[in-house]
């Protein structure tokens, strides 16, 4: 290898001051840790915590300002500007850029935490300490994660983290590159530029909400964790409490904004597909809300206590399980958007191993159960040291391990509580709310368990039954879609159900007959609803989605009643209604939209019928659009009129009218071209009151993009090109690349009388055009001669779009001289492929999920406000 | 606490019913000759799209019908039949999967799952700027 040139142009300064605030995050979150830690004793070290931890939430904030600037520079000698960055890329979609990758998302979530945590300096009061130990704790590991550090541990390269600073001439992948042999490398170099998927406005504000919400999620965790240290199941229960909806509210609105960006953006016609990043988003989200309701109780103890805590650590944990099935790239195949595998596995494993065993031994650590704190991290290192992570012993090990500790853990917490044997009478909201939570529990398990099988096959390699039961090469079932919805749709069902009844209920006794009575008219009302929405809509005959259907809606209108007689609309009191109302409105739209959505663009006049060859194979969803065609779908007529390119997007205008022919609107579904990486359709939608018209260009023709793509030049006005002028005989034919043209014949179209020469003449030429694909078709080109004047009127073949045209008539050697063109996109290609999908109920969809959201934040909000008293 | 306990032991029989549920129907990654072996049940193939072989989308007959060959991982090069528009970012990936059944000699396709290209992108692939 030469010797390295002297680089020109490389601004290495940005690299080195952000290596050196990578490592001052890390020590001072760490610093953090240490002193929060020791501050439960010794209470004046507090203020040099804080001060930590605000060095540590600064230089966060230098990492964003130096990353952003080096990406709005296009300083490309850095791999992750050049990796997710280039020249032509618009400036607006930077910030989806920054978080397009590993590192980027790793740095957004830190400085939410950041944010999170000077928050709880200012609201946490008297527990700030021990949430802020755990939060600098968590923080400490996220800042590994950015680290990049390399070092060798007999002879084998370890890295630790990801470095956000790699310079691209350094990058591994890159070192063999002979352009980086070039001192001016950089002039020459553009960046990768960011996936076409996520050039979107949804892309640049569902990340950061997302974010904000897992962010969140550490705060219920921190005040558990942070309390159980010093043996406390008491004091936390209520201050954690505003938190909880804090979170819930965040991660609950960057949920629905993915779904929205799904909507809006993406091409599978829908807002929820079970993918394993969406699942595992929503999982963290159903502990928390499982956990938080279990809190409400008053003076809860005993096992309800100990379910709380376990969703409230849960959802922290899993917000971690999910950040390291979604990273490690052990989902693989399972998944659309994971991210790449960066060699970090180990390492988030790490991660998420720590803090789901950190709970289990602080509370080992308070009972007689401590020797067992050194025996679990032991046994299995040492089984690593001996047989390594690959044999099937150390597994065995470990799992068992996982197993004991489990066991001693519910001992030990069995003998701390007390209040295991209250006894709560049926009709309580107690016995309901624990009910409740329980059906939140099971749902979520079945998610995570779903959505971990193919990390859990690869556990269970050489386990025997357990490997028989989770195959190393999972596949999802091909109807994975329908048994999700299946049994969340059941648990659902029974959440709403519970939902709706147990506001009704008070605490400990309630009489039947007044509840009874309640529920009974929320219920009439509620079977109302659903017979006029299984009107409204144009299929009546899935009776298990109108069943869903009714729950949703008797939860909405029993909390509607609620806060109408009960809470009087006192907001306080029916803040939690106002939320409920807005689940259940969001679940009544999911199941209108996603039962009741009718596919528009189904087929009718198909050559070859799909149904012949397969019996599960369909003809609908796709249908041909010939430019300027009228097109009949089911109560449309749509016309496919123009294209307008604004590179590199190519948008195709569809005209909608009604029956009578009357224009209703026009969309615009577009394809983002991106040599690179492959084009992207983005669907267009009208939004309509009570339902919505879904479009999607699912194919155009490659020719037809690249032709709307080149830059205008003379042919692009008439869209022909030219063939040649020839001369012909009768009976001559013209050999062309994709047809052969034959001039048949030239006669007149009226009789001719007399020898002379009629004041007006009309000549039709009769030509033969064989296509080589097995067409032919006769083209008539006509010539008027009047007065001495000649006129042409060229004519195309509908095959192969050829043009004639008659330029010259020399009669003395009767011959024609005749000008062929072609189109540059045969009109027979001049057509888009369109999907059109109604979805009724998307707006009710909407609406709920803004009221929970609002719901959410609200009862955040009247929470931390030190007046409120729980009812 | 009977009635709490009594709940909880149906809870933890419902996840069991989940789990049984959930291990009852797996499908596997697997090669045209299993599928061969099992017809009209339904599997996941990994393999190379041949673009040299006949790739054949015509819309004006059915827009819906699109057919090609795939080399599984035993290279084993068969007829894909799948039901759907041609993907648009067919002729880029290197490997896709398809998902469905054998049927006599052809594979049916419900589904084709192309791998996101920025994913399985060659990094080593370096872009000049235009100037």
């Known amino acids: 290898m030469s010797p390295i040139p002297s680089y020109i142009g490389e601004q290495l300064g940005w690299g080195k001051a952000g290596h050196l605030l990578s490592a001052l995050a890390l020590g001072s979150a760490f610093l953090s840790f240490l002193l929060y830690w020791k501050s439960e004793t010794w209470r004046e070290l507090k203020r040099w915590a804080r001060g930590a931890f605000v060095l540590h939430g600064l230089s966060l904030v230098g990492l964003l300002g130096i990353i952003l600037y ?62 802020m130990w755990v939060l600098s704790l968590a923080q400490t590991f996220l800042a590994t994660m950015i680290l990049g550090i390399q070092f060798l541990v007999n002879g084998q390269e370890i890295i630790i983290g990801s470095d956000l600073f790699t310079l691209t001439r350094e990058h591994p992948a890159m070192r063999n590159v002979p352009l980086f042999f070039r001192p001016d490398y950089l002039k020459r170099l553009d960046g990768r530029g960011l996936n076409p998927l996520l050039q979107n406005y949804w892309m640049t504000i569902h990340p950061p909400v997302l974010f904000l919400g897992f962010a969140a999620t550490v705060v219920p965790y921190a ?11 008491e004091t936390w229960i209520r201050p954690v409490r505003p938190w909880a909806f804090l979170a819930l ?39 928390l809300v499982a956990g938080v309701h279990l809190l409400l109780i008053p003076r809860t103890a005993g096992l309800n206590l100990f379910l709380a805590v376990c969703l409230l650590v849960g959802s922290f944990v899993l917000v971690l399980w999910s950040t390291f099935l979604t990273r490690s790239g052990i989902l693989g195949d399972s998944s659309v958007h994971s991210f790449t595998d960066l060699g ?19 509370i080992l650590h308070h009972s007689s159960f401590r020797w067992f704190n050194l025996l679990f991290p032991a046994i299995p290192l040492l089984f690593f040291g001996v047989w390594g992570t690959e044999a099937v012993w150390t597994r065995l090990v470990f799992l068992a391990g996982v197993a004991v500790l489990i066991g001693l853990t519910l001992v030990a917490v069995r003998r701390r509580l007390s209040g295991w044997k209250s006894s709560e009478p049926l009709l309580s909201r107690d016995m309901w709310m624990f009910t409740g939570s329980l059906v939140l529990a099971l749902s979520w398990f079945h998610i995570i368990h779903e959505t971990s099988r193919p990390a859990l096959g ?97 939860s909405v209108v029993a909390n509607g009643l609620y806060a109408w007689k009960v809470a009087r609309f006192k907001l306080r009191a029916s803040v939690a209604s106002l939320a409920h109302i807005g689940f259940g409105l969001l679940l009544a739209g999911a199941v209108i939209a996603g039962g009741y959505k009718t596919i528009v663009s189904s087929n009718y006049r198909e050559l070859i019928n799909l149904e012949t060859l397969n019996k599960n194979f369909k003809n609908s969803e796709n249908m041909l659009l010939h430019k300027g065609d009228t097109i009949p779908m089911k109560d449309y007529r749509v016309v496919y009129f123009r294209d307008s390119v604004e590179a590199p997007r190519v948008y195709f205008g569809v005209k909608f009218f009604n029956r009578e022919g009357q224009e209703l609107f026009t969309l615009w579904p577009q394809v983002q071209t991106n040599p690179r990486m492959g084009d992207v359709a983005e669907p267009a939608t009208r939004h309509g009151l009570g339902r919505d018209l879904y479009t999607h260009v699912s194919y155009v023709d490659k020719a037809k993009l690249n032709f709307l793509l080149q830059p205008a030049d003379t042919n692009n006005s008439t869209g022909l090109r030219d063939i040649g002028t020839f001369s012909m005989q009768q009976g001559d034919s013209v050999q062309l690349t994709n047809s052969l043209v034959i001039f048949s014949s030239l006669k007149s179209k009226q009789p001719l ?72 996109i045969n009109p027979k290609d001049d057509f888009i492929i369109l999907q059109v999908i109604l979805f009724p109920g998307v707006n009710l969809l909407w609406s709920g999920a803004a009221l929970m959201t ?18 | 606490m009977r009635k709490l306990i009594i709940l909880l032991s149906v809870g933890l029989g419902l996840t069991g019913a989940i789990i049984f549920y959930s291990l009852a129907e797996a499908s596997e990654y697997a090669t045209f000759e299993v599928a061969r072996a099992h017809p009209g049940r339904e599997y996941h193939v990994l393999g ?84």
């Open chain 1, 753 to 824: 009388d007399s020898l002379d020469i009629p004041a007006r003449l009309e000549l039709e030429g009769l030509f033969t055009v064989i296509g080589y694909n097995g067409t032919l078709s006769t083209v008539k080109p006509t010539i008027l001669i009047e007065n001495n004047t000649f006129q042409s009127f060229p004519a195309s073949c509908p095959n192969t779009g050829i043009r004639i045209e008659v330029k010259r008539i020399l009669p003395q050697e009767r011959r024609l001289e005749v000008h062929l063109s072609q189109p540059v």
């Open chain 1, 223 to 233: 005040f558990v964790v942070g309390s159980l240290r010093s043996n406390d199941w």
């Open chain 1, 344 to 362: 970090m596995t180990a390492q988030l494993l790490l991660y998420v191993g720590f803090f789901a065993w950190l709970p289990a031994a602080l």
């Open chain 2, 48 to 131: 190379k799209p041949r673009r040299d072989l006949e790739m054949r989308y015509e819309p004006q007959k059915n827009a819906n019908l699109f057919t090609f060959y795939l080399e599984d991982s035993d290279n084993n090069v068969y007829r894909v039949v799948y039901n759907g528009a041609k993907p648009r970012d067919f002729d880029t990936p290197d490997k896709i999967v398809v998902v469905g059944s054998m049927q006599g000699d052809e594979f049916h396709a419900r589904d084709i799952q192309l791998k996101c290209p920025s994913k399985y992108n060659d990094g080593t692939r370096i872009q000049t700027a235009s100037q």
């Open chain 1, 70 to 131: 080096l990406m709005l520079h296009h300083r490309f000698e850095y791999h992750y500007v050049w990796q997710h960055t280039n020249t032509a890329m618009e400036p607006r979609f930077i910030l989806s850029a920054l978080w397009e990758g590993q590192e980027g998302s790793f740095l957004l979530w830190m400085l939410w935490h950041a944010v999170i945590g000077i928050l709880v300096m200012r609201l946490g009061g008297c527990h700030e300490h021990r949430v």
């Open chain 1, 458 to 554: 690869k556990a269970f390699r050489g386990l025997g039954i357990l490997e028989k039961l989770y195959p190393a090469n999972y596949a999802p079932p091909s109807d994975i879609i329908d048994r999700y919805n299946y049994v969340e749709g059941l648990l659902g069902g029974a959440i709403l159900l519970l939902m709706g009844a147990t506001q009704f209920l008070r605490y400990r006794e309630t009489p039947w007959r007044p509840f009874l009575r309640q529920m009974a008219a929320a219920a009439t009302i509620a079977v109302g609803l659903t017979i006029g929405v299984a009107l409204l809509v144009p299929i009546r005959s899935k009776f298990h989605y109108l069943l869903l259907l009714f729950t949703a809606l008797f």
């Open chain 1, 854 to 871: 609002l719901g959410l934040l609200l009862a955040a909000y009247l929470r931390f406000s030190k007046d409120f008293s729980s009812a």
């Open chain 1, 249 to 287: 509210g965040l991660l609950g609105a960057g949920i629905l904004m993915g779904a929205a960006w799904a909507y809006e953006a993406l091409s599978f016609g829908g807002f929820w597909a079970w993918d394993p990043v969406e699942n595992a988003s929503l999982v963290p989200w159903l502990a």
